[in-house]
């Protein structure tokens, strides 16, 4: 993941279903993140975008949006919205930035957010930015072009595979059945993975929605 981590900006589709026996159910995360510099003041932006269906279908459900000092979050099925800070509004950010932005999305996040915030934070959070498993203690199989698969079972009733192309990660797919309740459910998803991407200006902003509420939001700490 070195090489994700020059990039300045980067965009995850993450787009999957959720299978019974009687439903299925489709889902979208779109994960937006910029880092920027002014002088010596860094600027870390993010929205995290959860949808039920996919396409044209998609309705929002959460987003999460950094914009750069306030971090919010935004539940439009109950229309209430909550707020922490985790940057300062003028000088340099407070030590740590980075790292207190990660925790605060990881609070406010629900659902599969968990997945493209683990990713985002192996790529510009750690101390050496490289690939880490999703499945420790799982041994992976490298094929001939480089992908990283992992599974557990025999069969594989869980798998995830890292595809890369010379040596850059472009994408993860993560195929799990499991019995819940006497029920088998299948969840299936993939994560696109694009570096560079140039985010319209209103991304990382955020307005709460005509009469939606506050509420209390998550202690930074």
């Known amino acids: 993941m070195t090489t994700l981590a020059t990039n300045s900006s980067m965009l995850l589709v993450m787009k999957g279903t959720d299978k019974t026996v009687d439903l299925v159910t489709g889902y979208e995360y779109h994960t937006s993140f910029e880092v920027s510099q002014v002088g010596t ?9 959860a949808y039920n269906g996919t ?4 309705k929002p459900v959460v987003s999460i949006i ?9 539940d439009y099925v109950s229309n209430t919205y909550s707020a922490v800070n985790y940057g300062s509004y003028s000088g340099d950010q407070p030590e740590g930035y980075r790292g207190t932005l990660f925790r605060c999305i990881t609070s406010m996040s629900e659902g599969y957010m968990s997945y493209p915030i683990m990713l985002l934070r192996q790529i510009y959070a750690g101390t050496l930015n490289g690939y880490q498993s999703w499945l ?11 992908n990283v698969n992992y599974s557990v079972g025999q069969p594989p009733r869980r798998t995830i595979t890292f595809n890369f192309k010379l040596g850059e990660l ?3 797919a993560y195929d799990d ?4 309740r006497g029920v088998v459910k299948h969840t299936d998803w993939t994560i696109q993975i694009t570096g560079g991407w140039i985010f319209d200006s209103n991304t990382f902003s955020f307005t709460p ?5 506050p509420v209390a939001g998550p202690s930074h700490h």
Request: net charge positive.
């Open 136 to 146: 420790p203690g799982v041994n992976p199989i490298v094929d001939s072009l480089g």
């Open 177 to 180: 059945v499991a019995m819940m």
């Open 209 to 213: 929605p005509a009469g939606s509420r």
């Open 170 to 172: 472009l994408g993860i």
């Open 55 to 58: 396409g044209t279908y998609a």
């Open 41 to 49: 003041r860094l600027y870390d932006r993010v929205n995290i975008t």
């Open 66 to 74: 950094g914009d750069g000092v306030t971090l919010w979050r935004c």
